[in-house]
């Protein structure tokens, strides 16, 4: 008999937690990148030497409460692409060096810009002329990404 109260008061609890939680509203979308940040700025300034790198430069603005961490960038067709800031860091070669991730913290805008934080773009393809639009992609920890295009200037153009 004792079980059998316990069992319908068990059930009963449970029931009523499950009427709850199909009353409450549910939980707002997880911010993503794409949601929370926003690319403007962006160009890709090709090299006057063909064959050498070219690079990219944007402003990331960072509109969510959240702190992003961009851990990676890829320009559509390029062989290879680095986080690159100038550094006076020991080994790096012309005060230029690759960084892990490049942080965006909440309500803030980073500017990547020449001569201090770009992507560097290793053999970029070898169509890509001023006029033409590319397209950079940053990826962040766990795979998410963030994609828009970039104007494409020539060397010496304005940045």
Not at 17 to 22: K, M, P, S
Not at 61 to 71: F, Q
Not at 101 to 109: E, I, L, R, Y
Request: one cysteine or more; hydrophobic letters at 40%; proline letters at 10%.
């Amino acid at each position: 008999m004792k079980t059998g109260i316990l069992g319908a008061l068990a059930l009963a609890a449970a029931t009523s937690g499950l009427a709850a939680c199909n009353g409450a509203p549910p939980p707002p979308p997880a911010a993503t990148p794409a949601s929370s940040l926003s690319a403007s700025n962006a160009r890709l300034v090709l090299s006057a030497v063909k064959g050498n790198p070219a690079a990219a430069y944007f402003d990331v603005t960072n509109k969510s409460d959240k702190d992003w961490m961009i851990d990676s960038a890829r320009l559509e067709g390029a062989q290879n692409t680095m986080l690159h800031m100038e550094t006076n860091a020991p080994g790096t070669v012309g005060g230029m060096g690759e960084l892990p991730a490049v942080s965006v913290p909440h309500g803030q805008t980073v500017q990547f810009e020449p001569g201090k934080l770009h992507v560097m773009v290793m053999d970029p393809p070898a169509t890509l002329a001023p006029g033409d639009k590319a397209k950079l992609t940053l990826r962040f920890p766990g795979g998410a990404t963030m994609s828009f295009p970039l104007d494409v200037r020539a060397a010496g153009d304005r940045r």
